[in-house]
């Protein structure tokens, strides 16, 4: 044979091994084929340069009564398996960083199905599906000579306030920003310049007013210009600088498994699955969503048959809506909305912010059912122990109850506001509650059973420092007094969140401020009369807690606003921790942070945007990563973070892009089935859940994380 001819059946021979090293039934060829089952569906993804790893693979069906989305991340050799699927037809595609999303396939379980991965052709289509972070980080931050009063940004407002408003103590507080949705302006908002549109569309619906107060009154208006040019950048093709990385190590062991849940109009803030003190409670029974002030429908999901129901809470005929002052949403739009117009879409009265289940299958939420005035056992002139001391007039969220197994519901009229609920670890189950501003509000709920006196069964306390250090309590100065060396001092210094500490009987809290601070509080024999109180103000380069939890040796986690994961152990601080000295700075060393992953804005030094909501400690390794490991909401992360062994480990929502949640709940449904029986549960809390990928007609999300010991495992 001639060698031209051989050369030719050379490339011949080459075209056609390419071919069939592509060709989607092929590709198992290549790499060990994985054992499947009739409940899972597994094979190859391979793109150009060989086998993709750590790309994900999606499968979604609208066969079953909710959406159902199951995603799973390829090993080493691109192999993939998606497990224990529910009966239905789904459509399977894969989407990974660098790639555009494959073509989707229609498969059943008990299927091999390969898939073919073609890489972006330029940065531009990459970025579609980077995280929010990564565009948001575009944002450009005044320069330090823009401070200080030397602008138009008010001269009270540090770079870290500035910071801090930018991220979860304002814009990221409700919103993801930085998805498609927000780094583009809508038509109806196109008219002028990009600062313009800004101004109008924060003015939009009834977080309007909310959001105007922010921008244009606390900080001037100065920030529209600012996100008018990130806009206009990203509207003239301007793209990240930085790339995310592929999931690595455990993250290609997580298994993600979404449901829609709630109503393409109103959001979800939050869900409850079981007892934080004992995560067996509830064991494959429904979740049970919050969906604070957009309605008084309260979602349920059975995930095992998957199928969402609704519980209406009711409220007595004088019970206001929870919109309007006093609240962060306004009773109608502002401006009308580029999705929905002038239709009001949130209308609670029961407003049901957050939710905890109980030892005993109840549901206990921070909400409410009676108008706003007090009982008069509340206020001055009563005789209760904890009125005596601090008497309160009105409440505008209390706490109420379901009990699942009898259908009963029952409105409490607690004296203190509520905002977070938590059960302390003693003997009377006693219910903390943040919320309550000048107080900490509690119910013995022991006592509130046997005998059904809510106003015996509860109590709150002022927040009294030990300034004159001699161990107990005494009278005090109020806030705004100097210190008197004969007194304590009462501060001010509400509880976000609440967080009872197993180590010592000790209740804690986030106080949500700038630079902001942790509270500690022991309750004492009788808490109106002896708790004594404890700040620890957060040092530089920290600054702004929200959401907060504590492990087992009573180390307080906290999601930052300057882009950490801050902790803080009492253990370390080597001064006095009472007295004169102990008012808020007498700490640092108590301190550390852990940056955030993601890019940074740029020109302010290394940092994260991350702007985390809030921070949850898995006390009982119902997730698989081993006890007492922190984990956040990665808000701009598309996921949940967790932080291992000096190591953030991301837990990323790949679809639909904007995952957002606002906290976190785990539940172990069999402690004897491995990595099937443990898992987190928690939802898609953005207030706009139509700015997600999908856009108007999205539905809020649950979501289930679990940790296979291998991508491939079933």
Not at 15 to 20: E, K, N, P, Q, R
Not at 73 to 97: H, I, M
Not at 180 to 191: D, G, H, K, N, Q
Not at 661 to 666: I, L, M, N, W, Y
Request: overall charge neutral; charged content about 20%; hydrophobic content about 35%.
């Amino acid at each position: 044979m001639r060698h031209s001819a051989v050369a030719r059946l050379a490339r011949g021979l080459l075209v056609a091994a390419s071919m069939i090293a592509t060709a989607p039934g092929a590709l198992a060829q290549t790499a060990s084929a994985v054992p499947i089952d009739d409940a899972s569906i597994s094979g190859v993804v391979r793109g150009a340069g060989g086998p993709e790893a750590g790309v994900w693979v999606i499968a979604e069906t609208r066969d079953l009564p909710v959406r159902f989305i199951r995603i799973v991340v390829t090993d080493d050799e691109g192999r993939y398996l998606l497990p224990d699927l529910p009966k239905a037809a789904y459509d399977v595609w894969v989407r990974g960083y660098g790639l555009i999303d494959s073509a989707r396939q229609r498969a059943t379980p008990g299927t091999r199905l390969d898939h073919v991965a073609s890489p972006a052709p330029d940065a531009s289509t990459a970025a579609k599906v980077y995280p929010a972070i990564h565009w948001y980080s575009m944002l450009r931050i005044p320069a330090a000579d823009q401070f200080g009063g030397k602008s138009d940004i008010p001269a009270g407002i540090s770079r870290e306030r500035w910071l801090h408003q930018m991220k979860s103590a304002g814009c990221v507080g409700c919103h993801q920003l930085g998805q498609l949705s927000t780094r583009t302006i809508p038509p109806a908002f196109a008219e002028g310049s990009h600062a313009d549109a800004w101004m109008r569309r924060v003015q939009s619906g009834q977080a309007g007013e909310q959001m105007v107060n922010q921008l244009a009154g606390l900080l001037g208006g100065a920030p529209f210009a600012y996100f008018g040019e990130w806009t206009e950048r990203v509207a003239k093709g301007e793209t990240p600088s930085t790339a995310p990385r592929r999931p690595e190590g455990v993250e290609r062991n997580v298994v993600v498994t979404l449901r829609d849940w709630m109503n393409e109009k109103q959001y979800l803030h939050d869900l409850i699955a079981s007892d934080r003190r004992h995560p067996t409670v509830n064991a494959y029974g429904p979740l049970y969503g919050s969906p604070e002030y957009s309605s008084d429908d309260i979602p349920i999901l059975d995930p095992v048959r998957n199928v969402a129901t609704t519980f209406r809470l009711p409220v007595s005929p004088d019970t206001p809506e929870a919109l309007g002052p006093g609240h962060a949403a306004a009773a109608e739009p502002l401006q009308p909305s580029a999705y929905w117009g002038e239709e009001k879409l949130w209308n609670s009265r029961a407003n049901n912010h957050n939710s905890m289940f109980d030892r005993l299958g109840r549901v206990w939420m921070a909400a409410t059912g009676h108008r706003q005035e007090n009982p008069d056992f509340c206020r001055k002139g009563s005789d209760h122990p904890s009125a005596k001391h601090f008497p309160l007039e009105r409440t505008n969220r209390r706490v109420t109850m379901l009990d699942p197994k009898t259908g009963r519901y029952t409105a409490f009229q607690t004296c203190f506001q509520t905002h977070h609920l938590q059960f302390g670890y003693d003997a009377n189950d006693t219910l903390w509650t943040s919320g309550g501003g000048a107080v900490v509000g509690w119910i013995n709920t022991r006592l509130l059973d046997e005998t059904g006196d809510i106003a015996k069964a509860q109590g709150w306390t002022a927040m009294v420092l030990d300034t004159n250090g001699n161990g107990r309590r005494d009278d005090y100065v109020e806030p705004n007094q100097p210190l008197d060396p004969t007194k304590d001092k009462r501060i001010q210094a509400g509880f976000y969140a609440v967080m009872p500490s197993p180590a010592d009987g000790s209740i804690w809290g986030t106080n949500f401020s700038f630079p902001g601070a942790v509270v500690r509080i022991a309750p004492g024999s009788n808490p109106p009369e002896t708790a004594l109180a404890e700040i620890y103000n957060v040092p530089l380069p920290g600054f702004g807690p929200r959401g907060g939890d504590i492990d087992k040796q009573g180390v307080v986690w906290v999601s930052l606003s300057s882009g950490h994961l801050g902790s803080f152990d009492r253990r370390k601080c080597r001064g006095p921790l009472n007295g004169p000295r102990a008012t808020g700075d007498h700490c640092p060393e108590g301190w550390s942070f852990h940056q955030y992953p993601g890019p940074g804005f740029q020109g302010i030094g290394e940092n994260s945007a991350e702007s985390s909501y809030y921070t949850w400690v898995d006390q009982h390794n119902t997730f698989g990563l081993g006890e007492d490991v922190p984990m956040s909401t990665g808000n701009l992360n598309d996921g949940l973070i967790a932080f291992k062994d000096g190591r953030m480990v991301v837990l990323r929502v790949p679809y639909p892009l904007g995952f957002y949640a606002k906290g976190f709940d785990g539940r172990i449904d069999d402690p004897n089935a491995g990595w099937k029986g443990r898992g987190l549960w928690t939802t898609n809390g953005d207030r706009t859940p139509w700015l997600i990928e999908g856009g108007k007609g999205t539905r809020p999300l649950t979501a289930h994380f679990q940790l296979r010991p291998d991508p491939l495992a079933r």
